[in-house]
């Protein structure tokens, strides 16, 4: 069965602070993993990744995938109360034409003064 | 990226009746999708929406309790009939930026049902 586990499901951290969050996943035909800040309601994109060992970064973000171990982790450096939010990450893949894309369970961060 | 706007962005409504949730994307885009996010819970695809072809739903979502429309390539509407307060939910449509995985979302509908 196709899925997604996040880790840890919720974090507290003082900001200043740096915070790894991690994502493992199983799909069939695997093609992108994505990763999404979710502040309120709607989830804004910050990464796609394809290739294993590139990391990409945005700012204080970056994130890199391991396509062999099936993860990927989203490093914030020096947080800030403005990070706190939930993580999603998100597979595509599948066998059919559509390109399911599998979100995991989130990871709650809250950045404290 | 896409700039995607829902109406309404929230509603309260009475247990047995219906909501449409509208979606209008600024640009034309083959695929729209649609979500639904419970308490304290991640994203489940509800179904896809293809222009000029029935909607194509996932395992335990059915046509009946969730009609969509797709009457071009850039509005889409998501019907919750019948609602119960299990239908609480954010309900979010997306779109696919050309040619990638990457997906933008709405801003999303948040329902409460009593």
């Known amino acids: 069965e196709d899925k997604v586990v996040q880790s840890p499901l919720s974090l507290v951290v003082h900001e200043g602070d740096t915070v790894t969050l991690n994502c493992s996943y199983e799909?069939?035909?695997?093609?992108?993993l994505l990763w999404y800040k979710q502040e309120k309601k709607a989830p804004t994109f910050l990464f796609m990744l394809t290739s294993s060992g590139i990391e990409k970064k945005s700012g204080r973000l970056s994130s890199i995938l391991d396509k062999k171990e099936l993860f990927s982790i989203l490093n914030i450096t020096a947080t800030q109360t403005g990070d706190s939010a939930v993580y999603l990450c998100?597979?595509?893949?599948?066998?059919?034409?559509?390109?399911?894309?599998?979100f995991g369970p989130g990871t709650s961060l809250s950045v404290i003064p | 990226s896409a700039v995607i706007s829902q109406k309404p962005s929230r509603d309260i409504c009475q247990r047995g009746t219906s909501l449409t949730i509208q979606c209008q994307v600024d640009?034309?885009?083959?695929?729209m999708f649609w979500y639904r996010q419970q308490p304290g819970q991640s994203l489940t695809l509800i179904a896809t929406a293809n222009q000029g072809s029935e909607a194509t739903y996932e395992s335990g979502f059915v046509i009946d309790k969730f009609p969509i429309s797709r009457p071009n390539l850039t509005f889409s509407t998501l019907t919750v009939s019948n609602m119960s307060p299990e239908d609480s939910s954010i309900y979010l449509c997306s779109v696919r930026a050309g040619g990638t995985d990457t997906q933008y979302f709405g801003p999303g509908t948040r329902l409460t049902v009593l």
């Open positions: 998100a597979v595509t893949g599948g066998d059919d034409m559509r390109n399911k894309v599998i």
């Open positions: 799909v069939t035909n695997f093609r992108s």
């Open positions: 640009s034309q885009v083959t695929m």
